[in-house]
Each structure stands twice: as structure tokens, then as C-alpha cells.
Nanobody, 116 residues
Framework: QVQLVESGGGLVQAGGSLRLSCAVS????????MGWYRQAPGKQRELAAL???????TYADSVKGRFTASRDNAKKTVYLQMNSLKPEDTAVYYC??????????WGKGTLVTVSS
């Protein structure tokens, strides 16, 4: 059974930094894309950052230059380093992974709150 365990959310002041982590367990298959989506109150879930198995990255325009996605394939873990955080970054952040044959999986979400 595939499980995604997220950590690293919390409360931070504007301009601060947080690092999210998401560890995948329960599979020996290749993990293709990994990343993070976020959902702010009253808004739809949106892409924050994606990273492929070859470490090619895609970012939402709103986070470019501030967020950095990375992965450790040996640990089956994806990270999101978030710097220069803004109040509008406040959201529940969901880990996403695409596993060969199995399909797409989501974490339960971790809340990031940025105070002004």
C-alpha cells in the first residue's frame, strides 16, 4: 500500500522560510513525477512545483525564484524549499507522486500559514 507522509508545514512570518518533505513508502516501482500542489482557502488546488525523475522542474509563476523542488530518489522523498514567503502563500500543501503503472497518489496535506 502506497503511503505519502508529509512534514514541515507550520506558521512563519512573511519573508521567512520553510522546507516541506514528503516520503513515499509501499512501492518498489519507479517514481516518475513528484511535486507539490497547494490549495488556499476558497480557491482551487493549483500546481506549486513539479520535479521529474531526471530532476527537470516546473514551477508556478507565483513561486518562481522563491521555491525550489528537489528529490532524493534513494530515500523516495521530495522536498520543497520555500523562501521569501508571502501571506498569499498560505495554503494546504499536498504532496503528489506519479508511480509507474500504479498511477497518481496524493498526501493528506500540510498547512503552511504565512503571517504579515
Amino acid at each position: 500500500q502506497v503511503q505519502l507522509v508529509e512534514s514541515g508545514g507550520g506558521l512563519v512570518q512573511a519573508g521567512g522560510s520553510l522546507r516541506l518533505s514528503c516520503a513515499v513508502s509501499g512501492t518498489t516501482l519507479a517514481i516518475n513525477r513528484m511535486g507539490w500542489y497547494r490549495q488556499a482557502p476558497g480557491k482551487q488546488r493549483e500546481l506549486a512545483a513539479l520535479i521529474t525523475s531526471l530532476s527537470s522542474t516546473t514551477y508556478a509563476d507565483s513561486v518562481k525564484g522563491r521555491f525550489t523542488a528537489s528529490r532524493d530518489n534513494a530515500k523516495k522523498t521530495v522536498y520543497l524549499q520555500m523562501n521569501s514567503l508571502k501571506p498569499e502563500d498560505t495554503a494546504v500543501y499536498y504532496c503528489y507522486v506519479q508511480i509507474s503503472i500504479h498511477g497518481d497518489y496524493w498526501g493528506k496535506g500540510t498547512l503552511v500559514t504565512v503571517s504579515s
